[in-house]
């Protein structure tokens, strides 16, 4: 019998993988996405559950080792100031995203250029736009049309309720004359596409289950699967293979009975993102390839970029109603995003407003000293409860080659394949960006009203965007892909997520990573006959 | 032995004194703590032990602060860990919810209503012009 050979096998079912899916089933290949997680229920969420806020820090907490779900593989992060946070499940870590979905800026992909620092992407925002606006309809994004920090940009559907507390926010960055706009958020404030509108429950971080937040399951999944596409969940990929002729033939995979199995395929698409792919590059080390998959150029695993994040919380004398609305969405100011020679470092920051805390996040937060035992007990709880207010502060990191993942000599993960580690240093540019977006943040939060603020940074748990680690270039010798995101290496190996980043630009990647996935299976698309040339 | 850990969790948290909080030993929760504390059976026995032993529940409310208090050094990690566990329990109790405000209820289905906001604020940011560079 005839060994089965799928025209192209995609590896990982998250944000990117979804969005190159989805894109490249109208060709009608027959296409297999293996993913090492599974569907995800949601009646399963906590927002179900009268315990809600504390499975946010357990079952449905960030950190693949403390969930420890089979689904995870462990990282060693232990030389990181920032620990990893990501999901394995279809849809990926957009499960537990707040959905905070900005665009990066067209100044972006030109640092070098115009900043004199890492190096310029070989594609430009013009270039990348349609992609962005295609990924608007597809994740259903919210927002308000004539933000002066972004070129012209049309939402899809209404902004994100900013409820009182964004209300006061907003006056606070207004009496400073600062920039501050209604966040691109991929939520359907309104029914699309089949989902149910957001009721404002809250907790988007651990799931929605309302089907609200554009999370890939709900959002190109279905219409990928129903186009064609063969999504095999429970499948962990240990190695992608090359045959003799250096091109990749398939994937070997751990499915869900523990069993090896094999998928051979024409062309082979990896969407890990930023830490996931290039552990899975290096365990697919070979004769041919003696330092991991595609990496003649010795820059897999290397410019590890996270975002260092600072949390700037302030307390208001009256309660702001935080408890409702999504988490993570409701204001962004870029203010300071933009270089400016004056500061004494460069590139920038933007501020993302938070709402407000449960009241068993409260009670919890006030146990070193604020919220005492006994009789000063509801005294003190009254006075934080429903009257904080902040934002976290998402900084540019600058690709450093010493910032790496690589493999780690004895951790594994279930199926005994080798786990990443993670080895990562803050910048001097990095400390002194957070420095000074902390001080404008607190200055923010008083001129809002705030009565007291607190600060923590770098904000340790904050390893959501991993970015650089197989980047994009025109150079073979200084990048691990093109500027379509094929390998120099290997021409029918892609890859579509977060680890081809040239920089990581200061908001979520996750719009840019889409926007990537969906450039690039256009490029494939159009180029099919001559891709392997 | 449940009469004693409801006096201690009154103690943690009483009632607040406009009668809008009820206090955390009223509340039934006793065999909640005991359950979320199992891994740490043999802390919370303990402390359990030496305010019985101490008379707790003869004691005035200042004499039952000032015990518990006295556990810091006889009871080491007795007293945080109770209490921690307690406000995981308590501020996700019905009638506290009520207390607060809030509904009796998860997040979910019903969720919350929500003021869209007021967008004058934004006419002067806009005014102000793009602060975006070109790439």
């Given at each position: 019998?005839a060994?089965?050979?799928?025209?192209?096998?995609?590896?990982?079912?998250g944000?990117?993988?979804?969005?190159?899916a989805?894109?490249?089933?109208?060709?009608?290949?027959?296409?297999?996405?293996?993913?090492?997680?599974g569907?995800?229920?949601?009646?399963?969420?906590?927002?179900?559950?009268?315990?809600?806020?504390?499975?946010?820090?357990?079952?449905?907490?960030?950190?693949?080792?403390?969930?420890?779900?089979?689904?995870?593989?462990?990282?060693?992060?232990?030389?990181?100031?920032?620990?990893i946070?990501?999901?394995?499940?279809?849809?990926?870590?957009?499960?537990?995203y707040?959905?905070?979905?900005?665009r990066?800026?067209?100044?972006d992909?030109?640092?070098?250029?115009?900043?004199?620092?890492?190096?310029?992407w070989?594609?430009?925002?013009?270039?990348?736009?349609?992609?962005?606006?295609?990924?608007?309809?597809?994740?259903?994004?919210?927002?308000?049309?004539?933000?002066?920090?972004?070129?012209?940009?049309?939402?899809?559907?209404?902004?994100?309720?900013?409820?009182?507390?964004?209300?006061?926010?907003?006056?606070?960055?207004?009496?400073?004359?600062?920039?501050?706009?209604p966040?691109d958020?991929?939520i359907?404030?309104?029914?699309h596409?089949?989902?149910?509108?957001?009721?404002?429950?809250?907790p988007?971080?651990?799931g929605c289950?309302?089907?609200?937040?554009?999370?890939?399951?709900?959002?190109?999944?279905?219409?990928?699967?129903?186009?064609g596409?063969?999504?095999?969940?429970?499948?962990?990929?240990?190695?992608?293979?090359?045959?003799?002729d250096?091109?990749?033939?398939?994937?070997?995979y751990?499915?869900?009975?523990?069993?090896?199995?094999?998928?051979?395929?024409e062309?082979?698409?990896v969407?890990?993102?930023?830490?996931?792919?290039?552990?899975?590059?290096?365990?697919?080390?070979?004769?041919?390839?003696?330092?991991?998959?595609?990496?003649?150029?010795?820059?897999?695993?290397?410019?590890?970029?996270?975002?260092?994040?600072?949390?700037?919380?302030?307390?208001?004398?009256?309660r702001?109603?935080?408890?409702?609305?999504?988490?993570?969405?409701?204001?962004?100011?870029?203010?300071f995003?933009?270089?400016?020679?004056?500061?004494?470092?460069?590139?920038?920051?933007?501020?993302?407003?938070?709402?407000?805390?449960?009241?068993?996040?409260?009670?919890?937060?006030?146990?070193?000293?604020?919220?005492?035992?006994?009789a000063?007990?509801?005294?003190?709880f009254?006075?934080?409860?429903?009257?904080?207010?902040?934002?976290?502060?998402?900084?540019?990191?600058?690709?450093?080659?010493?910032?790496?993942?690589?493999?780690?000599?004895?951790l594994?993960?279930?199926?005994?394949i080798?786990?990443?580690?993670?080895?990562?240093?803050?910048?001097?540019?990095?400390?002194?960006?957070?420095?000074?977006?902390?001080?404008?943040?607190?200055?923010?939060?008083e001129?809002?009203?705030?009565?007291?603020?607190?600060?923590?940074s770098?904000?340790?748990?904050?390893?959501?965007?991993?970015?650089?680690?197989?980047?994009?270039?025109?150079?073979s010798?200084?990048?691990v892909?093109?500027?379509?995101?094929?390998?120099?290496?290997?021409?029918?190996?892609?890859?579509?997520?977060?680890?081809?980043?040239?920089?990581?630009?200061?908001?979520?990647?996750?719009?840019?990573?889409?926007?990537?996935?969906?450039?690039?299976a256009?490029?494939i698309?159009?180029?099919?006959?001559?891709?392997?040339? | 032995?449940?009469?004693?850990?409801?006096?201690?969790?009154?103690?943690?948290?009483?009632?607040?004194?406009?009668g809008?909080?009820?206090?955390?030993?009223s509340?039934?929760?006793?065999?909640?703590?005991?359950?979320?504390?199992?891994?740490?059976?043999?802390?919370?026995?303990s402390?359990?032990a030496?305010?019985?032993?101490?008379?707790?529940?003869?004691?005035?409310?200042d004499?039952?602060?000032?015990?518990?208090?006295?556990?810091?050094?006889?009871?080491?990690?007795?007293v945080p860990?109770?209490?921690?566990?307690?406000?995981?329990?308590?501020?996700?109790?019905?009638?506290?919810?009520?207390?607060?405000?809030?509904?009796?209820?998860?997040?979910?289905?019903?969720?919350?209503?929500?003021?869209?906001?007021?967008?004058?604020v934004?006419?002067?940011?806009?005014?102000?012009?793009?602060?975006?560079?070109?790439?």
């Amino acid at each position: 019998m005839a060994e089965d050979v799928a025209d192209v096998v995609i590896i990982g079912a998250g944000a990117a993988g979804a969005a190159v899916a989805w894109s490249l089933a109208e060709t009608r290949m027959r296409i297999v996405c293996l993913e090492q997680g599974g569907w995800m229920a949601p009646t399963d969420y906590p927002s179900n559950r009268p315990d809600w806020e504390m499975q946010g820090l357990g079952p449905f907490g960030f950190s693949p080792n403390t969930r420890q779900r089979r689904e995870d593989y462990p990282v060693n992060d232990d030389d990181s100031p920032i620990k990893i946070s990501n999901f394995n499940a279809v849809g990926g870590s957009t499960i537990l995203y707040a959905a905070h979905f900005p665009r990066l800026h067209p100044s972006d992909f030109r640092v070098k250029s115009l900043d004199g620092v890492a190096d310029d992407w070989p594609l430009d925002y013009a270039g990348l736009e349609p992609f962005y606006d295609m990924n608007a309809k597809m994740m259903g994004v919210a927002g308000l049309a004539g933000d002066p920090a972004y070129p012209p940009k049309e939402p899809t559907l209404p902004h994100v309720p900013l409820g009182k507390l964004g209300d006061t926010l907003a006056q606070g960055f207004d009496r400073l004359g600062w920039h501050v706009w209604p966040s691109d958020s991929a939520i359907a404030t309104a029914e699309h596409a089949g989902r149910a509108p957001c009721v404002n429950l809250g907790p988007c971080v651990t799931g929605c289950a309302q089907g609200a937040k554009g999370s890939t399951d709900v959002t190109y999944w279905p219409v990928a699967v129903r186009e064609g596409v063969e999504l095999r969940t429970h499948c962990r990929v240990r190695e992608i293979t090359v045959g003799a002729d250096g091109l990749a033939d398939g994937v070997v995979y751990v499915d869900a009975e523990g069993n090896e199995q094999r998928q051979r395929a024409e062309m082979v698409i990896v969407a890990c993102n930023g830490v996931g792919t290039p552990r899975l590059l290096l365990n697919s080390a070979s004769s041919q390839f003696p330092d991991g998959l595609a990496n003649r150029s010795g820059l897999v695993g290397k410019n590890l970029m996270f975002h260092p994040y600072a949390l700037v919380t302030g307390w208001f004398p009256e309660r702001l109603e935080g408890y409702k609305g999504p988490a993570g969405c409701s204001l962004i100011s870029q203010e300071f995003y933009e270089t400016d020679p004056a500061r004494e470092f460069v590139r920038g920051y933007s501020f993302e407003m938070l709402r407000g805390d449960g009241p068993v996040r409260t009670a919890l937060q006030g146990l070193a000293g604020k919220v005492p035992w006994g009789a000063e007990h509801h005294a003190a709880f009254s006075t934080r409860f429903d009257k904080n207010a902040g934002m976290v502060i998402i900084c540019e990191d600058l690709p450093e080659e010493h910032n790496t993942v690589t493999l780690d000599p004895a951790l594994k993960d279930a199926d005994g394949i080798p786990a990443p580690k993670i080895t990562y240093r803050l910048s001097d540019n990095s400390l002194k960006m957070l420095d000074h977006a902390v001080a404008r943040g607190k200055e923010v939060l008083e001129a809002a009203g705030a009565v007291e603020t607190d600060a923590l940074s770098p904000l340790p748990p904050a390893g959501w965007h991993l970015m650089g680690t197989a980047r994009m270039g025109t150079d073979s010798a200084r990048s691990v892909v093109d500027a379509h995101g094929q390998s120099h290496d290997v021409r029918n190996l892609f890859i579509v997520d977060g680890s081809i980043f040239v920089t990581s630009g200061g908001v979520n990647p996750t719009n840019t990573i889409q926007a990537l996935a969906l450039y690039i299976a256009d490029h494939i698309k159009r180029n099919l006959t001559t891709l392997f040339d | 032995m449940d009469d004693v850990l409801d006096a201690i969790l009154e103690t943690l948290i009483p009632a607040s004194a406009d009668g809008n909080m009820p206090s955390a030993g009223s509340l039934g929760i006793a065999g909640d703590v005991r359950r979320e504390l199992a891994a740490f059976a043999a802390l919370l026995e303990s402390g359990v032990a030496a305010a019985e032993e101490a008379g707790f529940d003869s004691q005035s409310a200042d004499e039952r602060a000032n015990c518990l208090r006295g556990f810091e050094a006889t009871q080491p990690g007795f007293v945080p860990t109770v209490y921690m566990t307690l406000c995981t329990l308590y501020y996700r109790h019905p009638q506290v919810l009520v207390g607060l405000g809030l509904p009796a209820r998860p997040p979910f289905p019903e969720g919350y209503p929500l003021e869209g906001g007021d967008l004058t604020v934004f006419e002067a940011v806009v005014a102000r012009g793009p602060i975006f560079r070109a790439g």
